[in-house]
């Protein structure tokens, strides 16, 4: 159900929400005005139960129309946590390498599957 009211918005908001109307990212001002108050509710809720706060994004977002999705790139992803991995372990034990009584260290990494 649907009910129509009159909302004020400052210009500065009222703006952004037209971009993001000119942009498609919305089809139009009240669904950005809705939008903002869905993620209003997640927040909310999140503060009182971060789990049901995860599912609602979750909901959310498999509710999207598909090319309003955010895209997956499972080969990108393990790169970036491969190079975060290295980065990590690198800024931890810098001097491991010239210290002969630092234990081995694995190497760790995140493979595509």
């Known amino acids: 159900m649907s009910v129509e009211i009159t909302v004020t918005l ?3 908001d009222l703006r952004f929400a037209e971009e993001l ?3 498609g990212r919305y089809a139009s001002v009240p669904d950005v005005v809705s939008a903002a108050l869905t993620r209003v509710r997640m927040l ?15 909901r959310r977002r498999a509710e999207l129309p598909k090319d309003q999705r955010l895209p997956w790139d499972g080969k990108a992803m393990a790169e ?4 975060r991995l ?3 372990f690198k800024e931890e034990a810098p001097d491991a390498v010239h210290d002969h009584a630092a234990p081995a ?3 760790r990494s995140v493979s595509d599957r």
């Open 10 to 12: 400052s210009d500065q």
């Open 105 to 107: 260290r694995r190497s």
């Open 44 to 58: 909310e809720r999140a503060l009182d139960d971060p789990l049901a706060g995860m599912a609602d994004e979750i």
């Open 86 to 88: 290295a980065r990590k």
């Open 80 to 83: 970036r946590l491969n190079e």
């Open 21 to 23: 109307v000119e942009e």
